[in-house]
């Protein structure tokens, strides 16, 4: 196995417990190797004229394409753009145009993902070329086996592109964190066939994610905020599992639990918990069993901004009034937050303080991420909206990791099993000595 990577990992070394489940590129030489390499450059489109108005999965995962290429193997790239019904659910073609333009590399496009013109390009391959096939969600098997039946991917493992496709290859790379709570072919299908490797991009998310969970510089503290509650009591009660010491609250996760500490946080606040989250009585319970087994750990607010006639009002949470809504954490609990912050040695942050769009809330939301962004600790940030919060508010650059992943970052951060993280497991089982 070749040790032959100028990959730099946390602190210079990949020592996450994710990293001994996986094998890696690392772990192979991949000189003159067919390599099918998933990634995920699922994009904003414009919906008029197919034009990419993000290209931030494209840029992160050029690195891996342009390391395969460069190590003289034949690249086969499958990835998946939106879903059937949706207006930008479109070919790859402009995906392609864009990665060849980062790396300054030739990369075919073929309008195909299994049939003779796909297999006639892949049999032409030369040693360092890079093709890209069509959405593999234009493939309705793609769409339909994406269940994860009695623990086993046979389903997967027996679909069309799977069976085709993976003659042509020796090694499966996977860099698809973001696709990676997904259970379809071409995310889980091909680690029974070849050794599945884990991409840079791939490795870098377990790398960091993991670390920020369980093993990075302590103390490890989170913040979780925004409108997914749900998801947010489900991570927090992971972390606390995990030995993440504070949990900071904000937004409509710091309502949940200011709830189930039996505060009244008025009607508006309230019917909206009611309506936005079918589960809510079951999330606020748990929200309680979490604060009595592990009280300060969650810190909750002391005081919050009430928003009265589109003005902030603050307020402490002893007497909040009934008929306004808490639109961010109050000046108090800011300075607690920033002051934990501070002394911090890992931080993971995912979600908002309160409602940022509107400039009148936002300052909660603005210095806790400042502080973050300022901080010396490893810190490392949720996909989806939280990055885009940072990008805009110009912060990200502050930042050690960016999550590439929306829903495969909460899904991780909630503890669950990840099937193409578990077919990248049982493939090491099966194929490393
Ligand atoms: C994402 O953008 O979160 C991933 O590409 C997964 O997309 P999906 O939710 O359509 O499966």
Excluded at 39 to 51: C, M, Q, T
Excluded at 219 to 242: H, T, W
């Amino acid at each position: 196995m070749a040790q032959n990577s100028n990959y730099v990992t946390v602190d210079g070394e990949f020592d996450s417990l994710e990293k001994r489940s996986f094998l890696t590129i690392d772990d192979y030489n991949l000189e003159n190797q067919t390599i099918i390499l998933r990634i995920d450059i699922n994009s904003s489109i414009n919906p008029e004229n197919g034009d990419l108005l993000d290209d931030t999965r494209i840029k992160r995962h050029a690195a891996t394409v342009k390391e395969l290429a460069e190590m003289n193997a034949k690249v086969i790239i499958l990835a998946h753009q939106s879903r059937p019904g949706k207006l930008d659910f479109v070919s790859l073609k402009k995906h392609g145009e864009r990665m060849s333009k980062i790396i300054n590399k030739k990369i075919t496009f073929v309008d195909d993902l299994y049939g003779d013109k796909a297999i006639n390009n892949i049999k032409k391959l030369e040693n360092g070329n890079i093709l890209l096939l069509d959405n593999v969600r234009f493939d309705k098997e793609e769409i339909k086996l994406n269940k994860f039946v009695n623990n086993n991917f046979d389903e997967q493992n027996n679909s069309k592109m799977v069976k085709i496709l993976a003659p042509y290859a020796s090694y499966f790379v996977n860099d698809a964190f973001a696709a990676s709570h997904r259970c379809q072919p071409s995310l889980v299908g091909f680690s029974e066939s070849m050794p599945a490797l884990a991409g840079r991009v791939m490795q870098r998310e377990l790398d960091f994610l993991g670390k920020a969970i369980s093993s990075g510089p302590t103390p490890r503290i989170a913040v979780l905020g925004g409108s997914k509650a749900a998801d947010s009591v489900a991570i927090a009660q992971n972390f606390l599992e995990k030995g993440v010491e504070q949990i900071l609250t904000g937004g409509v996760v710091a309502n949940i639990f200011l709830m189930a500490s039996g505060v009244d946080i008025g009607k508006p606040s309230t019917e909206f918990i009611e309506k936005q989250i079918p589960e809510h009585k079951k999330v606020i319970n748990l929200a309680k069993n979490l604060l009595d087994k592990y009280g300060k750990r969650i810190q909750i607010p002391t005081d919050v901004a009430l928003n009265i006639e589109r003005k902030r009002n603050g307020t402490n949470i002893d007497n909040l009034p009934q008929n306004y809504p808490l639109f961010d954490i109050g000046i108090d609990t800011l300075v607690n937050y920033i002051n934990i912050i501070e002394k911090a040695g890992t931080i993971i942050a995912n979600g908002p303080m309160g409602v940022f769009e509107d400039s009148e809330f936002a300052t909660g939301t603005n210095e806790i991420f400042s502080a973050i962004s300022k901080s010396d600790g490893m810190t490392v940030v949720g996909g989806g909206e939280t990055a885009m919060a940072f990008n805009q508010m110009g912060l990200a650059s502050g930042i050690r990791h960016i999550s590439t992943g929306g829903g495969a970052c909460i899904s991780f951060m909630s503890g669950e099993t990840m099937p193409a993280l578990e077919a990248m497991r049982r493939s090491k089982n099966k194929f490393s000595n």
